[in-house]
């Protein structure tokens, strides 16, 4: 079994800045894609950031140039930098990593979630 942790959620200014990390373990040969989602109340999950082994970044146009997601193959953690939050950001955000297991397979996992909270 592989488990995905968050952290570093919590409640900032508009215009702060907070650092959310999630540390992978467990059953893990590899990890492939890592991403960040988000959930606001009422609203449907979005993608907000992924980025693949190698390095190649994607992001959410609405997070573009505020939101920074990097990732260490060796600790099997995923970090996303944000700034200049904005009320809007308010989500819950999750983690998901596509792990390969020895086996050769590959396995979707998620997080159970950190709150980020940005105040007017």
């Known amino acids: 079994q592989v488990q995905l942790v968050e952290s570093g959620g919590g409640l900032v200014q508009a215009g702060g800045s907070l650092r959310l990390s999630c540390a992978a373990s467990?059953?893990?040969?590899?990890?492939?894609?890592m991403r960040w989602y988000r959930q606001a109340p009422g609203n449907q999950v979005e993608l907000v950031a992924a980025?693949?082994?190698?390095?190649?970044?994607n992001y959410a146009d609405s997070v573009k140039g505020r939101f920074t997601i990097s990732r260490d193959n060796v600790k099997n953690t995923v970090h996303l930098q944000m700034s200049s939050l904005k009320p809007e950001d308010t989500a819950v955000y999750y983690c998901?990593?596509?792990?390969?297991?020895?086996?050769?397979?590959?396995?979707?996992?998620w997080g159970q979630g950190t709150q980020v909270a940005v105040s007017s």
């Open positions: 998901y990593a596509a792990v390969t297991k020895n086996t050769g397979l590959t396995v979707q996992y």
């Open positions: 467990g059953s893990i040969f590899s990890i492939d894609d």
């Open positions: 980025i693949s082994r190698g390095g190649s970044t």
